[in-house]
């Protein structure tokens, strides 16, 4: 890929797409096609397609998808298989009708099975049940990860797959219905600070583990992958460290000075109990995580106090 590669980064208002922007930019990459969803919707077949004969992109970051935390992937089951399901396929076959050089695509740690043996190994991918509470985002996903390794085999087209670990930084979703708990449990600390509460509910028990990466490392991965990489293979990006969501939040509480207790509320669910990656594949590659997690709350804070992203939610109640 040189400086001056036409680079398509699809889904770049989102926290991931956000962040391979910013590092391409950071790197002298110039000539980048970037369109919201509301120019190109990629669940749109004739869309995608308008789009690639229009612009013929040379290499494709694919950052676009429908996220959320474990209450939105467990509400909107629907939307999580169909909007997934028609981006990744809807890209990747363009990527290849449209002679695209290279394509990223970015899939997800929830790939793996409920109960697959920890660290999450690659060849670990469909060796037994998935977690009930996203498996539609997770069969979308693995439909992604199908797509770039059958287009490779058949038609020779350079497509890889990157799994990372939960995400979190500048950009992240902080609605309490829909978010991921990292950015959830910063805001929920912090509107307790404000408003003095003695308590913050955390959902579940507490106890599952949860792998977390700041983004712009996730980003810095993936150039390298693009950069560097060009198996079959998928590979997992995380940091191989995890933490127990009781810990997360202590961790957090600290950060922010909420002096409150934590409460848990058993009627969400926890979800898989454990989700960490083998990161060793991409450390042969040539790639390690460099943000502490405590670095990366601290950063994530200020981007969103910065962004007016922690004021509280009106929820307006139906007559
Ligand atoms: O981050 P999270 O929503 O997603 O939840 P998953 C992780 C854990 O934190 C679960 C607990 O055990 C939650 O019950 N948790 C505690 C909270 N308090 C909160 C809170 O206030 N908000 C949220 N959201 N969680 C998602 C998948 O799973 O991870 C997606 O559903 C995707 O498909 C994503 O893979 C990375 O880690 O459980």
């Given at each position: 890929?040189?400086?001056?590669?036409?680079?398509?980064?699809?889904?770049?208002?989102?926290?991931?797409?956000?962040?391979?922007?910013?590092?391409?930019?950071?790197?002298?990459?110039?000539?980048?096609?970037?369109?919201?969803?509301?120019?190109?919707?990629?669940?749109?077949?004739?869309?995608?397609?308008?789009?690639?004969?229009?612009?013929?992109?040379?290499?494709?970051?694919?950052?676009?998808?429908?996220?959320?935390?474990?209450?939105?992937?467990?509400?909107?089951?629907?939307?999580?298989?169909?909007?997934?399901?028609?981006?990744?396929?809807?890209?990747?076959?363009?990527?290849?009708?449209?002679?695209?050089?290279?394509?990223?695509?970015?899939?997800?740690?929830?790939?793996?099975?409920?109960?697959?043996?920890?660290?999450?190994?690659?060849?670990?991918?469909?060796?037994?049940?998935?977690?009930?509470?996203?498996?539609?985002?997770?069969?979308?996903?693995?439909?992604?990860?199908?797509?770039?390794?059958?287009?490779?085999d058949q038609y020779g087209a350079n497509f890889i797959s990157a799994m990372p670990t939960n995400l979190y930084g500048p950009n992240d979703n902080y609605n309490l219905?829909?978010?991921?708990v990292l950015p959830a449990l910063i805001k929920k600390f912090h509107l307790a600070k404000e408003k003095g509460l003695a308590e913050v509910e955390i959902w579940g028990?507490?106890?599952?583990?949860?792998?977390?990466?700041?983004?712009?490392?996730?980003?810095?991965?993936?150039?390298?992958?693009?950069?560097?990489?060009?198996?079959?293979?998928?590979?997992?990006?995380?940091?191989?460290?995890?933490?127990?969501?009781?810990?997360?939040?202590?961790?957090?509480?600290?950060?922010?000075?909420?002096?409150?207790?934590?409460?848990?509320?058993?009627?969400?669910?926890?979800?898989?109990?454990?989700?960490?990656?083998?990161?060793?594949?991409?450390?042969?590659?040539?790639?390690?995580?460099?943000?502490?997690?405590?670095?990366?709350?601290?950063?994530?804070?200020?981007?969103?106090?910065?962004?007016?992203?922690?004021?509280?939610?009106?929820?307006?109640?139906?007559?």
């Amino acid at each position: 890929m040189e400086k001056s590669s036409k680079i398509y980064v699809a889904g770049h208002n989102g926290m991931v797409g956000s962040a391979i922007v910013r590092i391409l930019q950071k790197n002298g990459y110039k000539n980048l096609v970037l369109r919201s969803s509301s120019e190109v919707d990629l669940r749109d077949q004739k869309a995608v397609q308008q789009f690639f004969e229009a612009e013929k992109p040379e290499f494709v970051f694919l950052a676009a998808a429908k996220v959320g935390g474990i209450l939105a992937n467990n509400t909107y089951r629907a939307n999580f298989l169909y909007d997934n399901l028609m981006i990744a396929s809807n890209v990747i076959h363009a990527a290849y009708q449209f002679d695209v050089e290279k394509l990223l695509f970015l899939g997800s740690s929830c790939i793996y099975p409920k109960l697959a043996p920890q660290p999450l190994k690659e060849d670990y991918l469909l060796s037994g049940e998935l977690e009930p509470t996203n498996e539609p985002y997770a069969i979308a996903k693995i439909a992604g990860i199908k797509l770039c390794e059958t287009y490779r085999d058949q038609y020779g087209a350079n497509f890889i797959s990157a799994m990372p670990t939960n995400l979190y930084g500048p950009n992240d979703n902080y609605n309490l219905q829909t978010s991921h708990v990292l950015p959830a449990l910063i805001k929920k600390f912090h509107l307790a600070k404000e408003k003095g509460l003695a308590e913050v509910e955390i959902w579940g028990s507490g106890s599952p583990l949860r792998e977390f990466l700041y983004v712009d490392d996730l980003a810095e991965a993936c150039l390298h992958l693009m950069l560097h990489y060009n198996g079959k293979q998928f590979v997992n990006v995380g940091s191989g460290k995890e933490i127990s969501i009781k810990d997360l939040a202590l961790t957090i509480k600290n950060i922010i000075g909420f002096e409150g207790e934590l409460t848990f509320d058993s009627s969400k669910p926890d979800g898989t109990p454990r989700k960490l990656m083998d990161v060793s594949f991409l450390k042969e590659a040539g790639w390690e995580y460099k943000t502490e997690l405590e670095d990366g709350i601290r950063m994530a804070y200020e981007d969103a106090l910065e962004k007016g992203k922690l004021a509280e939610e009106i929820h307006l109640k139906q007559s």
